[in-house]
Nanobody, 123 residues
């Protein structure tokens, strides 16, 4: 069984940056595709970004390209999400998730989920 734990959330001001981290335990993390999702109050969970097991391929939500960067730190068994130029509309609970095989955006394809970390962007 794969366990995922997110960290790095917090409260920041608009235009600030945050770096989220997803740490894995229980299984070899490097075998999985890892994705980040977010859910704002009253809204559905939405796809943010995903990275292949090797780190060689990435996939982003169109609206977030250029501001968010996903990366894989294989030696640390973690996946990071660097978020720059944050906006109030980025406020949400951010989740990391893992799945086998291909990079996809659909949350239902991901079998393993963390508990989430809150990101609040407000002046």
């Amino acid at each position: 069984q794969l366990q995922l734990v997110e960290s790095g959330g917090g409260s920041v001001q608009p235009a600030d940056s945050l770096r989220l981290s997803c740490a894995a335990s229980g299984r070899t993390f490097s075998s999985f595709v890892v994705g980040w999702f977010r859910q704002a109050p009253g809204k559905e969970r939405e796809f943010v970004a995903a990275i292949s097991w090797s780190g060689g391929s990435t996939y982003y939500a169109d609206s977030l390209k250029g501001r968010f960067t996903i990366s894989r730190e294989i030696a640390k068994n973690t996946v990071a999400l660097q978020m720059d130029s944050l906006k109030p509309e980025d406020t949400a609970v951010y989740y990391c998730a893992a799945k086998w095989s291909t990079l996809v955006a659909g949350s239902k394809a991901y079998a393993y989920w963390g508990q989430g970390t809150q990101v609040t962007v407000s002046s």
